[in-house]
């Protein structure tokens, strides 16, 4: 007789209840429980929702723990409204913004769920409200692809005036820089406008 119950069918019904618990908490308004629940099934590439600069950030002793969590609760205070973003404890995270508690220091970029942030990392401020994110491996899909993974929005032209050798187009810059160098981020616009290299002025 054909054995029925082989690991494949536990494995089946396991899948069932797992998709009924998250559609279960989507819906009755858990946002805790969408995060954590959300968390594991995050692609490798970051494509952020949103991008903002953070004017306050309410955070008693948060830290990031060794699995690349965060370990407490946080609530961002976003422009231009004022509006509270919470990050729930567990939620992953990378932070390389110093000055936490200074009014308007750190920007955030983040991934959502609905009104959930799945994924987040807080970077620091440079001038102008423009952030300083890594290199770009390339253009496709409306979206600049950069070395550590994020995949965020560029201005149709970018300006590589700040580089010694900007190239006839954007694709020979980057045959000639490689990931020698940086890009510029304006909040504002919501997008890459310009790359600066090693040993060049400060923009």
């Known amino acids: ?7 494949r069918f536990f494995a089946a019904i396991g899948s069932v209840v797992g ?4 559609v279960n908490a989507a819906f009755s308004g858990d946002d805790r429980a969408v995060a954590e629940l959300a968390a594991p099934f ?4 970051r494509r952020p929702e949103l991008i903002s600069l953070v004017l306050e950030i309410e955070a008693p ?3 990031i723990s060794d699995s690349g969590q965060a370990t407490t609760d946080l609530v961002l205070t976003l ?3 004022n509006r509270a973003v919470r990050i729930f404890a567990g939620t992953p ?15 955030v970029l983040a991934e959502l769920l609905g009104d959930t942030v799945t994924w987040f990392a807080l970077t620091p401020m440079a001038e102008s409200f423009r952030i300083e994110l890594p290199a770009i491996v390339e253009l496709d899909g409306g979206l600049a692809h950069l070395t550590n993974g994020w995949a965020v929005p560029y201005a149709p032209i970018i300006d590589r005036s700040r580089c ?7 694709g020979e810059f980057l045959r000639t820089v490689g990931q020698s160098h940086r890009t510029l981020f304006d909040l504002g616009d919501g997008e890459i406008f310009a790359v600066i290299c090693p040993n060049d002025p400060a923009p």
């Open 61 to 63: 002793f948060f830290a």
């Open 1 to 7: 007789m054909r054995q029925l119950l082989t690991w």
């Open 42 to 45: 995050v692609a490798d590439e």
């Open 164 to 170: 010694g050798h900007p190239g006839e187009s954007f």
């Open 93 to 107: 995270g990378e932070v390389s913004c110093t000055e936490l508690t200074t009014f308007g220091r750190c920007a």
């Open 79 to 81: 422009p231009p409204d």
């Open 19 to 22: 998709l009924a618990v998250f």
